[in-house]
């Protein structure tokens, strides 16, 4: 599967700071940069795939803030950026360090898996939709079969990317998809979509 770029939203108190996240980030996908938490709530929305948030963002705990990103409509991954590993907070998928020069690689290996985690959860949410549709659909054998395609097309793309997760990450990935109690209604769209069906192994 082709690499794919993602969108990057960079918050932090300190512009300069800030922008040698974003300038570390830019090779691999679209950056947007927020110096207040008014900017990165302006900044979501559903095509971000993952935050990268300055502790020092906000007087006081973070915590509020990142339970509120994760609370909005846009489904992101969700990391902070610190220059001390100690210093962190609870909600957040990843740490990454606030002072980019002491290690750039990091960072953006940070980001990158971030990234992942959004695209894998991005591809469930899509396959159960379209397993929903199946489910529904009873007498319409061109639709049917349609729909058979792009589920099958979906279930190998989810095998690809489930192999360059680990399997932690990938089952905080599927835990939203699958708290929508997608009933198993037909055998062809039930069980774990990352493993291959019989028209998958033709």
Do not use: K
Request: with cysteine.
């Amino acid at each position: 599967m082709a690499s794919e770029r993602h969108l990057v939203v960079v918050a932090g108190v300190d512009p300069a700071a800030t922008d040698a996240l974003a300038s570390a980030l830019r090779d691999d996908g679209t950056v947007r940069t927020a110096y207040s938490v008014e900017a990165l709530r302006e900044s979501l929305d559903a095509e971000v795939d993952v935050v990268l948030v300055d502790v020092d963002l906000v007087d006081g705990p973070i915590d509020p803030l990142l339970t509120d990103v994760r609370t909005r409509e846009f489904d992101c991954q969700i990391g902070v950026s610190t220059p001390d590993p100690d210093r962190t907070a609870d909600g957040f998928d990843a740490a990454a360090d606030a002072v980019v020069e002491r290690d750039s690689t990091a960072v953006r290996e940070t980001v990158q898996w971030l990234a992942a985690r959004a695209r894998y959860r991005a591809r469930l949410e899509e396959f159960y939709d379209l397993a929903e549709r199946r489910a529904a659909l009873t007498d319409d054998e061109g639709a049917l079969d349609r729909l058979d395609r792009q589920i099958d097309r979906l279930r190998r793309e989810l095998g690809e990317m489930f192999d360059g997760l680990d399997d932690v990450s990938a089952f905080d990935a599927a835990l939203a998809p699958a708290e929508r109690g997608l009933d198993a209604r037909n055998g062809g769209c039930s069980g774990d979509p990352s493993e291959p069906t019989e028209s998958d192994e033709r």
